[in-house]
């Protein structure tokens, strides 16, 4: 007899209000092997997560658990059986420690407080976790948070992990080193099931790859070694790859946003962007590369208004708009694409209408009140042109995929029509035809005319798209290149801190 799989899934049914997520999806994960599951945005991959992690309870099918059939309940009817899911959004106290978060709610291990962090020491040691058990959470960068969810699941003896598309938040070198985490939990013997959409991660990191299509599972457990990453694309979109292309030079127009001597402050009061000067010209990409971290968030942040600013100005559209409110920038023609999609973009428990409209609900009034035809039809126009998959309207968008979060996001501020935007990791988490449409988006804000800053971790997206990149260091422009000509080894020097361009 063969040994039963670490993981089987058989035949998995899961339907939600006006959408068939899960459609008879199967997936055998083998004990001590890292498996990588992947399809579009919205093909399924986090119901089927959530199903096996005991989330949600499917309408039909069977979870095998190293042999033995389960019905999970929640999710600590799953973590009694192994089973440890790292979520999309992180679940942490941020006032909390990294120790006192990792064995918050697990009440089967009393142990006194000061011996909790020699422990959690110990236990992140064992896999190579680099972490400070004694920091708190709301210090912590998206990828040392991470760490902090990962050690939660070992604590509680998780053997099967499960992380939902774990790269996203991740800079290259934490991604690096997240694969040889996943490793060494590997040659313990546990099982990794990870979500990306990233094909080169896929090879990089993976045994075997699991690929879903519309609720199905089209390709199981195919050897990653035997494979390569067109081939997944291909088997992932039903189609060919699509790629976008350099869009043709333009003449730029007048300086739409310009930032002057700027100065604005982290959540830990430290200087994150200092002496920094931009313009952004109408009809003109302007590309900011730089490592996660280095104040490309608070930058951002700065200029929709979100991060009291300490020195400097910042004009849009030719208004000194330094100190205004949100809301204000968003009237003189601002667009604001935030990285961080539902703390700051989308609110998870209104509806996909009120998401819509959060930012344009002026036009949509008739004097003071709201009108509900003229707001559905609003949203109905966004959803249709930026192609979000959803379910009935007027249902919270929690339950949306997060590529299809994304799409109404861009949506939304883009049918503010801007004169200025500011997309901040507008395709990070994207499946390859989400990534194109958002790209194409950008590139047709472009020929309208509008002032776009691209801030972007993936340096081939900014080399297509940008008419001028600049390279962030601890919160200051330490290089700018052409995209054309620049060598890939430059823009990582500069990236690293080093050489101007
Ligand atoms: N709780 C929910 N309520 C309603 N609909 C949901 C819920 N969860 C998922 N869906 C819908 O089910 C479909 C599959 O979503 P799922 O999140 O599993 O996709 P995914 O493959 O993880 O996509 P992504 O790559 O964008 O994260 C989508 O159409 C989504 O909108
Ligand atoms: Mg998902």
Partial sequence: MSTPFAVD???????????????????????????????????????????????????????????????????????????????????????????????????????????????????????????????????LSMGERQRVEILKT???????????????????????????????????????????????EVKEFSDEATVLREGKTVAASLRVEDTDTSKLAGLMVGSSPVTTDRPPDREHGPSLLEVRGLEALDDRYLSAVRDFNLDVHSGEIVGIAGVSGNGQRELAQAIAGLRPVKSGTITINGDDLTHALPVERFRAGLGYVPEDRLGVGLAPRLSVIENAILRNYKQLRQGPLLVEEKMSTYC????????????PLNEPIAGLSGGNLQRLLVGRELSGEPKVLVAAQPTRGLDV??????????????????????????????????????????GKIVGEFDPVNAERQDIGAAMAGGAQG
């Fill in 9 to 139: 899934l058989i035949d998995i049914w899961k339907r939600f209000p006006g959408v068939v997520a899960n459609a008879g999806a199967t997936l055998q994960v083998k004990q001590g092997s890292i498996h990588a599951v992947l399809g579009e945005n919205g093909a399924g991959k986090s119901t089927l997560m959530n199903v096996l992690a005991g989330m949600y309870r499917p309408d039909s099918g069977e979870i095998r658990i190293g042999g033995s059939q389960f019905w999970f309940r929640s999710p600590s009817d799953a973590l009694a059986a192994g089973i440890g899911m790292v979520h999309q959004e992180f679940k942490l106290v941020p006032s909390f420690t990294v120790a006192e978060n990792v064995v918050l709610g697990s009440a089967d291990r009393i142990i006194r407080r000061s011996s909790i962090e020699s422990q959690v020491e110990a236990l992140a040691k064992q896999f190579g976790l680099n972490i400070d058990p004694a920091r708190p959470v709301w210090q």
């Fill in 154 to 200: 070992l604590w509680r003896n998780a053997q099967i992990l499960i992380m939902d598309e774990p790269t996203a938040v991740l800079t290259p070198g934490e991604a690096e080193e997240l694969g040889s985490v996943l490793r060494e939990m590997a040659n313990t013997g546990r099982s990794v099931i990870f979500i990306s959409h990233k094909l080169h």
């Fill in 380 to 391: 109905e126009d966004i959803v249709n042109k930026f192609g979000v998959r959803t379910g």
């Fill in 433 to 474: 035809q989400g990534v194109k449409a958002i790209q194409d988006l950008l590139v047709a804000e472009r020929a309208a005319g509008v002032a776009v800053l691209l801030i972007s971790e993936d340096l081939d997206e900014l080399l297509t798209l940008s008419d001028r990149l600049l390279v962030m260091h601890s």
